[in-house]
């Protein structure tokens, strides 16, 4: 700009030394006083067409780097956008397992707890049926103990109705006896009480009356 505006200053003097000079000088003087303006112009024009083109020089290597700076700004963008959907997708996928360990999480929970109501149900029934059988034990236990005692009124009554030389007294069976301890207590045999008793075994109850031969 210094140089456009010294290079329009010699012109503007080159013009007044020519058409407004007040002063007389000889042609001579006049020719190198017009030569050494146009060469000062010349040079004027030189150096700004120099600028010139340092100056374009400069905005090519500003538009240089303002295409390389874009370039690498668009490459990071790209990169980044990049990055960010990869991790987008692996954050997809990872939360897509989650829900299907959540899932298959949820269907054994609901199996278990299936498989806890069947146990469940069917400890209530076991429970049920245990009791239902110990009832039933009971019941039989005192229907075998009626059964005993039935049996030896009508083996007493039958030994009391039919005549015998032998004679027999009576004992309740206690908790611990067994025939062998009732034979040896009463100095008598195992087979004469169960002959006396009709016992084709060794099984006696608590409760159960015995003929005991006093002969």
């Known amino acids: 700009m210094k140089r456009l505006k010294c290079w329009g200053g010699a012109?503007?003097?080159?013009?007044?030394?020519?058409?407004?000079?007040?002063?007389?000088?000889?042609?001579?003087?006049?020719?190198?006083?017009?030569?050494?303006?146009?060469?000062?112009?010349?040079?004027?024009?030189?150096?700004?067409?120099?600028?010139?083109?340092?100056?374009?020089?400069?905005?090519?290597?500003?538009?240089?780097?303002?295409?390389?700076?874009?370039?690498?700004?668009?490459?990071?963008?790209?990169?980044?956008?990049?990055?960010?959907?990869?991790?987008?997708?692996?954050?997809?996928?990872?939360?897509q397992h989650l829900e299907k360990k959540v899932l298959n999480c949820e269907t054994s929970q609901k199996t278990e707890e299936k498989n806890l109501e069947k146990l469940t149900a069917h400890a209530n029934e076991t429970t049920i049926a245990f009791t239902q059988f110990k009832h039933r034990l009971q019941e039989i236990e005192h229907d075998m103990i009626s059964l005993a005692k039935l049996k030896t009124n009508l083996e007493s009554l039958a030994q009391q109705l039919s005549p015998s030389s032998e004679s027999f007294k009576t004992y309740k069976v206690s908790p611990g006896d067994s025939l062998e301890k009732i034979a040896r207590t009463h100095k008598t045999s195992v087979e004469k009480l169960k002959a006396c008793n009709q016992l084709r075994q060794d099984l006696i109850v608590v409760g159960q009356e015995l003929r005991i031969p006093t002969g």
Request: contains cysteine.
């Open 11 to 95: 012109l503007l003097a080159a013009c007044l030394f020519v058409g407004c000079s007040p002063l007389k000088t000889s042609p001579h003087d006049e020719k190198h006083q017009l030569e050494l303006t146009l060469h000062e112009v010349q040079t004027n024009l030189d150096d700004l067409r120099h600028d010139i083109n340092c100056f374009q020089t400069e905005m090519q290597i500003l538009d240089g780097r303002i295409r390389y700076y874009e370039n690498t700004l668009t490459a990071l963008k790209n990169q980044d956008l990049q990055t960010t959907q990869e991790k987008i997708q692996q954050l997809t996928h990872q939360i």
